[in-house]
Structures are given as structure tokens and as C-alpha cells.
């Protein structure tokens, strides 16, 4: 079990620190169990999510068999207290079944917290909060586990688990406050509560044909990461970002408070909450978003893939990186016509199980995206074909059959629902710890100025340096969720000015994010040195392509040394003195959050995990 005893770790005295298991301000299991009544017996002792494969029993054996073949799944991971989209370290490895008889090594829950309260209402949340405090514990808040930054993981922690959490979704047909009325938003919305799902918004949006603002995969959390940290949605072109759409919070403080946040009250938390990032100002339980008409979509695809048997390899893919480097060109001509959507590259044949692409990109290496574009005129079709035919299409002839093949499709949907349950990406694959992934924004001036520069950063973000031992999958997500509704500058009406999220989005049109993935069996060496390429080499190319924006906090790099800069912008100082207010203690901790370097992480020995003291 992970909260044996280990010596090293009673060095961490109290005041500097967060307990931990083996120590002996840790709480005794008396108060473990006074909690566990506090909450109504919905106290959980945490195991690693694959012990089963470690019973060495037939029972074992077929529960560990079901683990294996849900890995992927995010579904199942999240309903897991311990369970992770994105683990930070494997403490606890499944075991591939024909070596079950004899399994070795050990399993234990590493990273993960020691024990969960299955929170079901605002009470069950400030008895975890209160139990922390009292006994100087680390607090996790985890909703659905998909974060890719280890935000919702926490050795030696207590966590405050959501998934649970009473979690209806109310139908607002015209939105009307009665408490505040600088919220002037007269049209749709809903208040969702707790831990439910964008798919369950999207079902309720769709049916009334209405558009929401929410993430690609079903599977996220509405409430809180996505919506706290900003969240791209296939519609912020045209809407803005979900943070955008919040009219109001419910949020349970690290006091133990209830309160609202909105135009009128608790403005500086609204502002926080708003893109300021999740599991930093307090618990949020519910929000209520603005919902918006549906209108008919027309959607671009494209493929570009380098030819299987091309005699000159090295030309074909500098043929790709010009293609790519052209089709980049056009995004902010593109988004400015209203297409939006997204698209993806890499060189060579990609094995990442977040790629999503078209089979022949995926063996090939390649380029494709989907774009869509709201349009509920008649002639929507003949427009957008006559636009990206003049823009796109007639520059990328010349390269077709060079090597390369190009194809492009067209579709029309009725809806922005049927749109998106027909064409957006089906349920992400997740579940792989050897990953390196880093983003920036591009705005309109280093996707066109400069093509030469745009190659550069092409060429380096999409291989390894040759200093990473182990050839890894790299492929480039390539949102174009910016643009538009994005740019306007969130000055009216007065619901928006309270958006703390990063000022380099209202700049923004594409999100690049180039990730690496290792198979699960390579060595700790080579992620390590592939970790330092992305933070470091990659991250550097677009930085010095676009100095002046940013990276998106929900899809950054963990390691990013210059978070709060890039993460947050200028909003970094203002979001710190709120977090200082609101949670004087930071009794709330996240790697990567505002206010978290106040504390530093001290790794177990050959971990990249451990408890956490005081700066
Ligand atoms: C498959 C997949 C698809 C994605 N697609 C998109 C996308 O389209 N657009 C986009 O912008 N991002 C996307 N993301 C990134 C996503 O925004 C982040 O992973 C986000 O952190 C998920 O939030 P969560 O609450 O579901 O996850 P969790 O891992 O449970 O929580 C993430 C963070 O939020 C905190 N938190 C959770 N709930 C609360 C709460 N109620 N109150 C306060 N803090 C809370 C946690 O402490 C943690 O710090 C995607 C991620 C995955 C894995
Ligand atoms: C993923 O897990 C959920 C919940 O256990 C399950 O309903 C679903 O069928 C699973 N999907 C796959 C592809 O196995
Ligand atoms: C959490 O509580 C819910 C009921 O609110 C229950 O269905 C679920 O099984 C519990 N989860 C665990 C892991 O105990
Ligand atoms: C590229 O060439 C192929 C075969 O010659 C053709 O089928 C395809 O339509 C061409 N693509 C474009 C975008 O013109």
C-alpha cells in the first residue's frame, strides 16, 4: 500500500508542509471515521485502480482482464476515485494477462489521493474542506480526472470527489435575473449543477436546437476545469469561450461559505472563475450559461497525405511542411469567412491514440481538418466553396501528385447538433502516461507574416530533437477555435468585463498543441529527455513565432517554467491577489494554479511525486 511508512518522509515536519500518511500528525483512523459520519458514510479508503491484477487469484484475474480492456476509456476512468485520463505516474501499472500467473513489482496509489469524499451536496464539501484544514491535509477536487496537467492527482492527499455530485440540468427559456440586473441577457440558458457532462448539456441543448459552448469530447466535466480555465469549443468562434457564457456561480469557498459570484456580487471571484483556471478560488456547484440559436453548418474537409511509395522521402516531407506551412497562411482568412474547427499534422505515421485523423494520414503522416461554418442563408454551400476554392484550394493545387495526394469533401447539416454529432471526433482514447504536450495561441500576424518563420517552427515542432533516444509519435492538434466572436473585446456588456481568462485568446485564431506519446513501456530516460525537448525546443519555436501571446492553461505543459506568464498573461498578478483573498490559507493547491508556488512538490526518491511544504 502506498502509505506505508517511509522514513524519509517524517523529515517533513508539520508547519512546513501538508501531513502525509506515515506521519504522526496524519489523522488517526477515529477521525477518519468521525469524517466519514460527517458526510454520511461517503467516505471512501482509495486503491489503485488496477490492484485487482496484483490479487494473484482467478478473481483478480478477471476483474484485472475488464481493467485492461477499459484502460482507454474515459468513461470508465472517470468513474474511478482514482482513476486518471492522464496519469501522472503509473504507481500502479496494469499487467498485460498472459504474465498475470507471476506478476511483479509493486502497485500502489502514488500520485493519487488516500482517501475520497463522493461529494453528493454542498455540505459533503465543506466537511472535506473543514477536515483538511483541521488537520493540515493536501485537498484535491476532482471532477471527471481529465486533466492533462495532474491537477486532479495529489500524493498523500484527501480528495473531494464530483462525480457524484447532484448534478440536474435546468432549462431557462429566456434568462431573467432577479437579483442582479446588470446581467442583461434575455435569451436561453441553463444551470447545470455538479458533476454533469458536457454530452448530458449537449442532448439538452440539442433537442431544443440550441447551440452551447462546451468541449469536442463528451466526456469532459461542464463546471469545472474546462469551464474555469477558459474552454474551446467547436463554437467560440462564433460565441466567444465557454467562460464568456457565465452569467452566474454557486461556489463554496475555502471558509466553508456558500456564495454567488455574477456582475453584481463577489466580482473579482466571477472574474477568477472565468479562465482563471479550476481548483484554485474555491468549489464551484453550479453555473448557469447562456444557450444560443441553432442555425444550419456547412463543412470543409480536407486530407493531405504523402504518397506510400514516393521515391524521395525527404522531399515529400519538406513538400508536407510547405503545404501545411500555406494551409496555416489562410486560418485567420478562413475564420475571418466564419469556418472554424479542427485539424492536425505530423510527418510520419502516427500511432498517437489522440491523432483522431483519417486512416491514410494515420499511416502515412499527413495533414486533415474539418472546418464548419454557420450559415443559414440559401446559397451557404455555394459561398463557402467559391471562398475556399479562391483562398485555400487554388494555392495547394500545385502540389497535388508531387508526392503528396490532396482530397477535399463537403457536407451540409441541418443543425449545429446534427453537425456536431455527425463530424466532431468520436470519444478521445485516453489513459497513457509517457506524453509530452505543450500549446501556444497564434494570432493573425505569425500565421501570415512570415512564411519562412512559420516552416521553422513547422519543422521543429513536428520531430525530436536527436537527443531523445526512443522514437516517439508526434502529431500537432491545430485548433481553429479562435477568431471572430473571440476577437471582440470583452469591454459590453458588463457580464463579460468579469473574464479573467488569458487577453491573448481576443488575439487568438489557432491553438497549436504539438504532443509527443511514448509507448507505456519505454524507459524512463527517453520520456525524460522528450519532456525537456517539448518544454524547452518546441515550446521555444512557437514562443518565438507568437512571443506576444500565450499557452492554454487546460492543454499546456505541466513543466512549463514560465507558467504564470504564459498560461496567464497580464491577468497573473490581479488573479493572485484574489486567490490571496479568497483563500488565505491555500488550503486549495494545483500544480500549475494561481498561487501555487507558494508551495513546492519534494519527490519521493526516482518519483516525480511527493508531499508538499512550504516555499
Ligand atoms: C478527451 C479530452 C477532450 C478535451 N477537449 C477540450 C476542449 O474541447 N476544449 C477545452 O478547452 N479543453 C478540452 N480538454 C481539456 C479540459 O478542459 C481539461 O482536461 C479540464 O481540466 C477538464 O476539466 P474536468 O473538470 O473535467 O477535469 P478534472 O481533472 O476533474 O479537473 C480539472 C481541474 O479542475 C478542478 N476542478 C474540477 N471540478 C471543479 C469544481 N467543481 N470546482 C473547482 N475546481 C474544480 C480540479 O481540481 C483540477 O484542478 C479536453 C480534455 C480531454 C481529456
Ligand atoms: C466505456 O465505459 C462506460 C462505463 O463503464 C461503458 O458504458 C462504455 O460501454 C465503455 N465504452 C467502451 C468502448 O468500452
Ligand atoms: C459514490 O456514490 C454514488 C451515489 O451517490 C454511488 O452510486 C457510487 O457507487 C459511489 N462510488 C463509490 C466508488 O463508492
Ligand atoms: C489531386 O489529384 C487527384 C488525382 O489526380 C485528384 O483526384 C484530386 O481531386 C486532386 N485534388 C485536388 C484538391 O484537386
Redesign the pocket.
Known amino acids: 500500500m502506498a502509505w506505508v511508512a517511509l522514513g524519509v518522509l517524517a523529515l517533513v515536519g508539520r508547519s512546513f508542509g501538508t501531513g502525509v500518511p506515515s506521519e504522526e500528525c496524519w489523522p488517526s483512523l477515529t477521525d477518519w471515521a468521525e469524517l466519514n459520519d460527517a458526510v454520511s458514510g461517503k467516505l471512501i479508503r482509495n486503491h489503485p485502480v488496477a490492484e485487482p491484477c496484483y490479487y494473484g487469484d482467478d478473481g483478480g484475474r478477471r476483474l484485472c482482464e475488464r481493467i485492461v480492456d477499459q484502460w482507454s476509456n ?1 468513461t470508465f476512468q472517470s468513474l474511478q476515485p482514482t482513476g486518471y ?1 492522464y496519469p501522472l505516474d503509473y504507481a500502479c501499472p496494469i499487467v498485460s494477462i498472459p504474465e498475470l500467473e507471476h506478476v511483479q513489482g509493486d502497485c500502489e496509489l502514488g500520485p493519487a489521493p488516500v482517501y475520497t469524499i463522493n461529494a453528493t451536496e454542498p455540505e459533503d464539501v465543506v466537511e472535506g474542506i473543514q477536515f483538511a484544514k483541521q488537520h493540515n491535509l493536501r485537498l ?9 496537467l495532474a ?2 492527482q495529489g500524493y498523500g492527499s484527501l480528495q473531494i470527489w ?1 462525480k457524484y455530485f447532484q448534478d440536474d440540468i435546468e432549462y431557462h427559456e429566456a434568462y431573467q435575473s432577479l437579483q442582479c440586473e446588470r446581467i442583461n441577457w434575455a435569451g436561453s440558458a441553463f444551470t447545470v449543477r455538479g458533476g454533469a457532462l458536457w454530452g448530458d448539456l449537449y442532448a439538452e441543448a440539442f433537442k431544443r436546437n440550441l447551440i452551447v459552448v462546451g ?3 463528451p ?3 461542464v ?4 469551464l ?6 467547436p463554437a467560440s468562434r462564433d460565441f466567444g469561450l465557454a467562460a464568456d457564457q457565465v452569467l452566474e456561480l454557486k461556489v463554496v469557498l475555502a471558509s466553508g461559505e456558500l456564495v454567488t459570484a455574477n456582475a453584481c456580487e463577489n466580482t473579482d471571484l466571477f472574474f477568477a472563475l472565468r479562465g482563471g483556471g ?2 484554485t478560488y474555491g ?2 456547484v453550479s453555473a448557469t450559461l447562456k444557450a444560443h440559436p441553432s442555425s444550419p453548418v456547412v463543412t470543409h474537409s480536407l486530407i493531405v497525405y504523402p504518397l506510400p511509395n514516393r521515391k524521395d522521402p525527404l522531399a515529400t516531407t519538406m513538400a508536407l511542411v510547405d503545404v501545411v506551412a500555406e494551409i496555416l497562411s489562410v486560418y485567420p482568412a478562413l475564420s475571418d469567412a466564419g469556418f472554424s474547427g479542427y485539424a492536425g499534422w505530423g510527418v510520419d505515421k502516427i500511432d498517437s491514440p489522440i491523432a483522431g485523423a483519417p486512416a491514410p494520414v494515420m499511416e502515412n503522416g499527413g495533414y486533415s481538418h474539418a472546418f464548419a461554418k454557420l450559415d443559414s442563408s440559401n446559397d451557404a454551400m455555394e459561398t463557402a466553396q467559391s471562398f475556399v476554392s479562391a483562398t485555400l484550394m487554388q494555392r495547394l493545387r500545385a502540389y497535388n501528385g508531387s508526392g503528396l495526394m490532396i482530397s477535399e469533401s463537403w457536407e451540409r447539416y441541418a443543425s449545429f447538433g446534427d453537425y456536431f454529432t455527425a463530424a466532431t471526433r468520436a470519444q ?1 482514447k ?1 489513459g497513457f502516461s509517457k506524453m509530452a504536450i505543450t500549446s501556444r495561441l497564434l494570432d493573425k500576424a505569425s500565421l501570415t507574416m512570415d512564411k519562412g518563420r512559420l516552416k521553422e517552427m513547422l519543422r521543429i515542432t513536428s520531430t525530436n530533437s536527436p537527443d531523445v533516444p526512443q522514437k516517439a509519435t508526434i502529431w500537432t492538434m491545430l485548433f481553429l477555435v479562435g477568431g471572430g466572436k473571440m476577437l471582440s473585446n470583452p469591454t459590453a456588456p458588463i457580464t463579460d468585463r468579469y473574464v479573467g481568462a488569458h487577453p491573448a485568446w481576443r488575439q487568438a485564431y489557432l491553438l497549436a498543441i504539438p504532443t509527443s506519446i511514448l509507448p507505456e513501456g519505454a524507459d524512463d530516460g527517453s520520456l525524460h529527455k522528450m519532456q525537456e525537448d517539448t518544454t524547452y525546443r518546441k515550446t521555444d519555436a512557437m514562443r518565438a513565432l507568437a512571443p506576444n501571446t500565450g499557452s492554454y492553461l ?2 499546456g505543459d505541466r513543466n512549463n517554467p514560465w507558467w504564470q506568464i504564459d498560461f496567464f498573461g497580464d491577468n497573473y498578478p490581479r488573479l493572485r491577489a484574489i486567490k490571496d483573498e479568497y483563500d488565505p490559507d491555500h488550503v486549495f493547491y ?1 500544480p500549475t ?1 494561481v498561487g501555487s508556488e507558494v508551495w513546492t512538490e519534494v519527490p519521493l526518491g526516482g518519483r516525480v511525486y511527493g508531499p508538499l511544504c512550504r516555499v
Not at 484535491?140 to 492533462?148: P, R, Y
Open positions: 474515459s485520463c484535491v477536487i476532482k471532477n471527471t480526472g481529465h486533466d492533462l491537477r486532479s464530483l468541449g469536442q469530447d466526456t469532459v466535466g463546471i469545472g476545469g474546462y474555469q480555465g477558459g474552454g474551446h469549443s479550476g481548483g468549489v464551484v478521445q485516453v487546460n492543454d494545483c494554479c
